[in-house]
């Protein structure tokens, strides 16, 4: 009875085990299967938004000439005499992108500097998390502090400026992308070799030296990446420029005056009465398109540096 029970234990066992390898045998072959589907969906989303942008933005030159809309200075999307001419647009979105790196690549790169050269461990794990605390903000909340406190403060210090300007949101734009081009600044100068550094100062070179002249170049490609993926995130941003920088769709250079974004336009016409087949509606999809290349083009060039400038170590 004892040898019969044996046997029967043992052929039990190695039925769950025959059963337990079919099933990771399945799962094994399933996996990549479910990950490859993930990877299509993922890639039709990305083709059929572009697909929806080219065909309504088509219809949209069908009844605006294209060097109209990329050579006017007016745009003036209601009445009878509507011009849609992107430039003031464009001025708006290259202005307020300019002024937000202005801001965040000098004090971005600073903290990396410190972070990664300076600050011991203890003081790198209290500091770093508390820096990107800023990008988990949300951008409305940046938008009503650009309103309400950063324009009241620079109207006490830039004579003639607007209530609603171009300034305050690239200001407020600039301090959002700070976490971005420190996180990611710092993670590529601590990634350069400490051989590099012992050697720079074996050499006799100071600790700023050794910062300026061995591990910056030698960072360079995740630097650069970091500024152009900022500019990227800069172009992009909405909610900021929509309630800091004002709805008046000026060809301007002055940064004290109210200017209008791409992104809020898109926000603006959105949200108003734009009849679905008319010029208006059509013209969302051109500006769109044209933001969506925009952005194209940044995150391009940051992966061409990338891989150009790159040191293997």
Same mark, same amino acid.
């Given at each position: 009875m004892k040898e019969g029970s044996k046997d029967l234990n043992v052929r039990e066992l190695i039925s769950q085990n025959k059963s337990t390898?079919?099933?990771?045998?399945?799962?094994?072959?399933?996996?990549?299967?479910?990950?490859?589907?993930?990877?299509?969906?993922?890639?039709?989303?990305?083709i059929g938004i572009v697909f929806t942008l080219?065909?309504?933005?088509?219809?949209?030159?069908?009844?605006?000439?294209?060097?109209?809309?990329?050579?006017?200075?007016?745009?003036?999307?209601?009445?009878?005499?509507?011009?849609?001419?992107?430039?003031?647009?464009?001025?708006?979105?290259? *202005? !307020?992108? %300019? +002024?937000?790196?202005?801001?965040?690549?000098?004090?971005?790169?600073? $903290?990396?500097?410190?972070?990664?050269?300076y600050a011991s461990d203890r003081v790198r794990r209290i500091l770093k998390p508390i820096l990107e605390i800023l990008a988990g903000i949300p951008t409305i909340v940046y938008g009503f502090f650009a309103l309400t406190f950063v324009t009241p403060l620079l109207q006490h210090i830039v004579p003639g400026l607007q209530p609603t300007n171009i300034l305050s949101p690239g200001i407020v734009m600039g301090i959002m992308i700070i976490p971005m081009v420190a996180s990611l600044s710092e993670d590529a100068m601590s990634a350069v070799p400490n051989a590099m550094r012992e050697g720079a100062l074996g050499l006799g070179s100071t600790k700023l030296e050794v910062t300026w002249k061995v591990v910056i170049p030698a960072?360079?490609?995740?630097?650069?990446?970091?500024?152009?993926?900022? *500019? !990227?995130? %800069? +172009?992009?941003?909405?909610?900021?420029?929509?309630?800091?920088?004002? $709805?008046?769709?000026?060809?301007?250079?002055?940064?004290?005056?109210?200017m209008q974004t791409m992104t809020s336009y898109i926000v603006e016409v959105n949200s108003g009465d734009a009849?679905?087949?008319?010029?208006?509606?059509?013209?969302?999809?051109a500006v769109a398109i044209t933001l969506f290349v925009f952005t194209l083009v940044m995150n391009l060039l940051a992966q061409y540096i990338s891989r150009k400038f790159k040191e293997e170590y």
């Amino acid at each position: 009875m004892k040898e019969g029970s044996k046997d029967l234990n043992v052929r039990e066992l190695i039925s769950q085990n025959k059963s337990t390898k079919s099933m990771n045998t399945f799962i094994e072959k399933a996996i990549p299967k479910g990950l490859l589907i993930i990877a299509i969906v993922s890639i039709l989303t990305t083709i059929g938004i572009v697909f929806t942008l080219l065909f309504e933005t088509f219809e949209f030159f069908k009844r605006v000439p294209f060097l109209d809309f990329f050579t006017g200075t007016v745009l003036k999307p209601l009445g009878d005499n509507a011009q849609f001419g992107v430039l003031p647009l464009l001025t708006g979105t290259v *202005i !307020s992108s %300019a +002024i937000a790196m202005l801001v965040a690549i000098p004090i971005g790169m600073m $903290s990396a500097i410190y972070l990664s050269e300076y600050a011991s461990d203890r003081v790198r794990r209290i500091l770093k998390p508390i820096l990107e605390i800023l990008a988990g903000i949300p951008t409305i909340v940046y938008g009503f502090f650009a309103l309400t406190f950063v324009t009241p403060l620079l109207q006490h210090i830039v004579p003639g400026l607007q209530p609603t300007n171009i300034l305050s949101p690239g200001i407020v734009m600039g301090i959002m992308i700070i976490p971005m081009v420190a996180s990611l600044s710092e993670d590529a100068m601590s990634a350069v070799p400490n051989a590099m550094r012992e050697g720079a100062l074996g050499l006799g070179s100071t600790k700023l030296e050794v910062t300026w002249k061995v591990v910056i170049p030698a960072a360079m490609s995740g630097i650069i990446a970091s500024f152009v993926l900022g *500019i !990227s995130r %800069a +172009i992009g941003e909405t909610m900021i420029v929509t309630l800091a920088s004002g $709805s008046t769709k000026n060809f301007t250079f002055d940064i004290t005056q109210s200017m209008q974004t791409m992104t809020s336009y898109i926000v603006e016409v959105n949200s108003g009465d734009a009849p679905a087949g008319s010029t208006l509606y059509y013209s969302l999809y051109a500006v769109a398109i044209t933001l969506f290349v925009f952005t194209l083009v940044m995150n391009l060039l940051a992966q061409y540096i990338s891989r150009k400038f790159k040191e293997e170590y």
